[in-house]
């Protein structure tokens, strides 16, 4: 029995031995590398590591740092070591020597992209658009850190997603890559998104920096904003967004502002965000949107992407002359550095590993419950009776799949586009792609006992065949949106609108599906008995509408921008043509050479009345406001008071209806006369899950930063003293309760 239990022992004493020994001699090994590599102390903030290994660097190694090294993919962006990027967007030299890690970088707006292109798979959530109907932070949350996750196990430590541009113009044809209309929501949402995302090791980023608001001309366009407008609006959204993530990295975009390139713009880039803000991270570029030296670097700059054309070889030699001093060339090149720590990437390198489908497919699913806005519901028609005996699925390809939005966003679909024609293989990042997640069996798994039909709505009178001996039809309408381009108006493309008629006409039980990227207009809306926005709804789209279209998901989004009724109710009725020798711009044409000489302009005389504010203030009533979205349930508000010292308000909101459901109640406020600003903001929000006839009372912070405004003259923020109106309710169109708010 001894014996035994001694030669049971021995093999245990020997492995804690064994592991004692490799873990002093770890610890020793990693006490020598700190006493040599100071910088790979981890208990040393990021700035201080940052310096210690800026001093080590020679210049060359500082401006490897300071450029990129090509794309994949892409042929007319090949240098030397592109080979070296793992297939992604972007890759930038690290320092061997000196344990500084390359950095690989993909895009990633609502999923790994180029993952079919590299033989990988990503999971494709929602687009940010949808995220940002949830208005759910946490939920945003898990966006991001799906992402990063997924990032890490494809091998690339840095993401180019964090798209926070507001929908200023709806068209925008990147409008579902960010995330609406409000600087609040917007940012909020991004930022948690972010944050999430670098919390997994990867170096984050927002995007585009700033006034990036149409794609028309986007090489070229001077956007012409005043510095008050701008800041309480497309730069609020950014620095709510800094603020929560502090991302590695801000993105420059395309345009100009106010005459200066974006990656240019001493304004946007040295005054507000580094030295207002107090940013510390990188100034990356959009790819090609550098276009100078010594401006771009004055202005800050820090790294050219994808090439280095004018911050590889061409800053060294105007260091040489004299035109860019070195203590430029450092701040660059640590703030670079200040990233790769920060972001944990330096003591966290980058392992490939194996991406969770399941896992996966389950978050996309849920993230795309949240964000489902039920718009129109009449006479209860949805959710559908779980006795329905028949059922017209109609149009959208829905027997097959769901569209997706497409440009550098594109996440590919496993196999290939669900209705690409045969024998075409490889995607280009402008075509339709529809992922294979067919709404219609997605359907008929929840409904076995239903006999649900499809027709693809091309011959009208078998549409209306189908549409007419049915319970219920259900027409699946899709809208299309990618990166260079923008939408000529809002009204669904295809003739949709007059598909959408035919079968309401042959049934009055019509439910509309939308699979949209930004906002559309409906000239049937008064024909259709239900609406319901999945927009790009991602992998798992399929099964999370099936759920909400019976009743499993009680709906509860809210839009993240207005509905207009018509394109002319736009601040903008047509998005400014281009001039003739611009041409080839934007409207489809991507990165085609620029003209500094360019007069294409978009004058933003709306400033700051964005969306809601817009509408409020012209008097022009929108088809569905801001903040707005149905539930199967109905909530009653009440009590609304106001605590001028803590600067909250409470109120009380009770599930008036039958079933559990989850309210976004929004807070609103209306700025004291001085301010000049008669239109309401969000200055809050909150989910509140809540039981049948249940009542809570909620506490929300009004935020000052959107109770703000900007003051030109002063260069600074004030918030006046006085009486703000506050209103909380449902949406921006609908707000029952009314107090006021004293700030002294
Ligand atoms: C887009 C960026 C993107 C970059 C790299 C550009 O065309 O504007 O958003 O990150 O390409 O793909």
């Known amino acids: 029995m001894q014996v035994k239990k001694l030669r049971r022992s021995r093999p245990w004493a020997v492995r804690v031995l064994a592991s004692t020994l490799v873990l002093t001699a770890a610890v020793a090994s990693v006490m020598a590398q700190n006493a040599n590599q100071p910088w790979m102390n981890s208990s040393l903030s990021p700035a201080e590591r940052a310096e210690?290994?800026?001093?080590?660097?020679?210049?060359?190694?500082?401006?490897?740092?300071?450029?990129?090294?090509?794309?994949?993919?892409?042929?007319?962006?090949?240098?030397?070591?592109?080979?070296?990027?793992?297939?992604?967007?972007?890759?930038?030299?690290?320092?061997?020597?000196?344990?500084?890690?390359?950095?690989?970088?993909?895009?990633?707006?609502?999923?790994?992209?180029?993952?079919?292109?590299?033989?990988?798979?990503?999971?494709?959530?929602?687009?940010?658009?949808?995220?940002?109907?949830?208005?759910?932070?946490?939920?945003?949350?898990?966006?991001?850190?799906?992402?990063?996750?997924?990032?890490?196990?494809?091998?690339?430590?840095?993401?180019?997603?964090?798209?926070?541009?507001?929908?200023?113009?709806?068209?925008?044809?990147?409008?579902?890559?960010?995330?609406?209309?409000?600087?609040?929501?917007?940012?909020?949402?991004?930022?948690?998104?972010?944050?999430?995302?670098?919390?997994?090791?990867?170096?984050?980023?927002?995007?585009?920096?700033?006034?990036?608001?149409?794609?028309?001309?986007?090489?070229?366009?001077?956007?012409?904003?005043?510095?008050?407008?701008?800041?309480?609006?497309?730069?609020?959204?950014?620095?709510?967004?800094?603020?929560?993530a502090d991302p590695g990295a801000v993105m420059c975009s395309y345009n100009r502002i106010n005459g200066d390139y974006a990656c240019e713009n001493t304004y946007t880039l040295h005054d507000v965000l580094k030295k207002n803000w107090g940013y510390q991270g990188f100034v990356i570029s959009d790819w090609e949107g550098t276009h100078t030296t010594e401006r771009a670097s004055a202005a800050g700059l820090d790294q050219e992407q994808p090439m280095a054309s004018y911050f590889g070889p061409a800053l060294m030699q105007a260091l040489k002359e004299g035109r860019v001093p070195i203590a430029e060339i450092d701040d660059h090149a640590r703030r670079v550095l200040y990233a790769e720590f920060h972001s944990g990437i330096v003591d966290h390198p980058v392992e490939k590993g194996v991406v969770d489908v399941t896992g996966g497919l389950d978050i996309a699913q849920h993230l795309e419950e949240e964000s489902i806005v039920l718009l129109k519901n009449e006479k209860a028609i949805l959710p559908l009776n779980p006795k329905i005996r028949s059922i017209a699925v109609i149009g959208g390809h829905a027997d097959v799949g769901m569209i997706s939005g497409g440009g550098s966003a594109q996440v590919d679909p496993p196999g290939g586009n669900a209705i690409a024609p045969p024998g075409k293989g490889a995607t280009h990042w402008q075509?339709?792609?529809?992922?294979?997640?067919?709404?219609?069996?997605?359907?008929?798994?929840?409904?076995?006992?239903?006999?649900?039909?499809?027709?693809?709505?091309?011959?009208?009178?078998?549409?209306?065949?189908?549409?007419?001996?049915?319970?219920?039809?259900?027409?699946?309408?899709?809208?299309?949106?990618?990166?260079?381009?923008?939408?000529?108006?809002?009204?669904?493309?295809?003739?949709?609108?007059?598909?959408?008629?035919?079968?309401?006409?042959?049934?009055?039980?019509?439910?509309?599906?939308?699979?949209?990227?930004?906002?559309?207009?409906?000239?049937?809306?008064?024909?259709?008995?239900?609406?319901?926005?999945?927009?790009?709804?991602?992998?798992?789209?399929?099964?999370?509408?099936?759920?909400?279209?019976?009743?499993?998901?009680?709906?509860?989004?809210?839009?993240?921008?207005?509905?207009?009724?018509?394109?002319?109710?736009?601040?903008?009725?047509?998005?400014?043509?281009?001039?003739?020798e611009d041409e080839g711009q934007g409207t489809g044409a991507v990165n085609g050479p620029t003209h500094s000489e360019s007069k294409y302009t978009v004058r933003y005389d709306e400033g700051l009345k964005v969306g809601y504010k817009w509408y409020e203030s012209e008097h022009k009533e929108p088809l569905f406001p801001f903040g707005f979205g149905l539930s199967y349930t109905t909530y009653a508000y009440s009590n609304l008071k106001t605590d001028n010292a803590q600067r909250t308000v409470s109120f009380a909101v009770k599930n008036t209806g039958k079933r559990p459901g989850t309210e976004i109640a929004q807070v609103y406020a209306t700025l004291p006369e001085a301010a000049g600003e008669p239109f309401k903001r969000l200055v809050g929000w909150q989910r509140i899950d809540l039981a049948p006839g249940e009542l809570k009372t909620v506490t929300v912070a009004v935020d000052p930063r959107v109770m703000s405004i900007f003051d030109e003259q002063n260069d600074a923020w004030s918030l006046l003293p006085g009486a703000y109106k506050i209103l909380a309710g449902p949406s921006s169109g609908e707000t029952p309760l009314h107090a006021t708010l004293q700030i002294q």
């Open 52 to 244: 210690l290994v800026l001093k080590q660097m020679t210049l060359e190694e500082k401006i490897a740092l300071l450029h990129g090294n090509g794309m994949a993919h892409a042929p007319q962006w090949q240098m030397p070591l592109t080979y070296l990027s793992n297939g992604g967007a972007g890759y930038v030299e690290g320092v061997k020597r000196l344990g500084i890690p390359p950095i690989f970088i993909s895009d990633a707006a609502y999923g790994v992209r180029d993952s079919g292109a590299n033989g990988r798979y990503s999971t494709a959530l929602p687009s940010s658009l949808a995220a940002a109907s949830s208005w759910d932070p946490q939920g945003a949350c898990e966006y991001g850190a799906l992402i990063g996750r997924e990032l890490r196990a494809q091998g690339f430590n840095m993401s180019l997603g964090g798209g926070v541009n507001i929908t200023r113009e709806p068209r925008n044809g990147r409008t579902f890559e960010y995330a609406g209309e409000d600087p609040l929501l917007a940012g909020t949402i991004v930022g948690n998104l972010m944050k999430c995302e670098q919390a997994q090791h990867v170096i984050g980023d927002l995007k585009h920096f700033a006034v990036n608001d149409q794609e028309t001309g986007r090489n070229v366009v001077n956007a012409i904003i005043s510095k008050r407008a701008m800041q309480e609006s497309d730069l609020l959204a950014f620095h709510i967004g800094l603020q929560i």
């Open 431 to 580: 075509d339709h792609i529809w992922f294979p997640t067919s709404p219609l069996k997605a359907l008929q798994a929840k409904l076995p006992n239903a006999k649900i039909a499809f027709d693809s709505g091309r011959d009208a009178t078998a549409t209306a065949a189908l549409a007419k001996g049915a319970d219920v039809a259900i027409v699946f309408a899709y809208q299309w949106q990618a990166e260079g381009m923008d939408l000529t108006t809002l009204s669904l493309p295809d003739n949709q609108d007059a598909l959408i008629e035919h079968v309401a006409e042959a049934n009055p039980n019509t439910i509309v599906v939308l699979e949209t990227g930004t906002a559309v207009t409906m000239p049937w809306i008064g024909k259709v008995s239900g609406v319901v926005e999945v927009w790009y709804a991602g992998s798992s789209g399929h099964k999370a509408l099936a759920n909400a279209l019976v009743g499993e998901v009680n709906p509860t989004g809210k839009l993240a921008m207005t509905f207009p009724k018509s394109d002319a109710d736009l601040p903008h009725p047509v998005i400014p043509p281009l001039p003739a």
